[in-house]
């Protein structure tokens, strides 16, 4: 059984996400998306409410399961029986961090290796972070992401404008 994680912030989930989620169960027997808890980045959503919204996207689909761990990647790879990290690559901004990533990871986890893969053209300008900005502002994330994330991105922001929920 080939196991794959795909270690991430996912604060929260976009489309592009998905895409690498659902693409990567083309070559993988299981995908372990697991959020990385101990970040620098102040997070929009907690954990439980980032596994929660991974987990209502990819709901019944027992080939995807939904985890976060704190310390390394590499040490949460390797308790999960797996070898394989694998990261969605977007254009060239993408490049030099997940370079650097992969080859620290390398270093700290020999016998874990990175696998990228192209996220969807269509994607290739979301990120969570940009998300977030328009969330922020009140512009429209529709398609950026999956419909449960859009929904729980307008109940936060709106909910700091003072805005009532229906
Ligand atoms: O979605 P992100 O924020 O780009 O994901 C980055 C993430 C969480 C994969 C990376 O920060 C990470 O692996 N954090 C766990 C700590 C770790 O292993 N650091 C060493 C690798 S540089």
């Known amino acids: ?3 794959a994680v795909y270690p991430g ?11 690498i989620i659902e693409r990567g169960l083309c070559v993988f027997d299981k995908l372990v998306v697991a959020i990385a808890a101990n970040t620098r980045k102040q997070p929009l959503f907690s954990v439980e409410e980032r596994i929660d919204l991974i987990g209502r996207c990819f709901e019944g689909n027992d080939r995807v399961e939904v985890d976060s761990f704190g310390g390394l990647t590499v040490d949460y790879v390797k308790s999960r029986g797996a070898k394989v990290i694998l990261r969605g690559l977007r254009a060239v901004a993408d490049f030099e961090y997940e370079l650097q990533m992969a080859n620290l990871n390398r270093k700290l986890g020999p016998g874990v290796e990175t696998l990228f893969m192209m996220t969807g053209e269509e994607y290739f300008f979301v990120s969570s972070q940009n998300v977030k900005e328009i969330g922020l502002l009140g512009g429209d994330i529709q398609g950026l992401v999956p419909p449960v994330v859009e929904e729980a991105v307008r109940a936060r922001f ?3 404008r003072g805005e009532v929920q229906p």
């Open 9 to 19: 912030s996912f604060d929260p989930i976009t489309s592009g996400h998905v895409g």
């Open 158 to 160: 709106g909910a700091e």
């Open 1 to 3: 059984m080939q196991i």
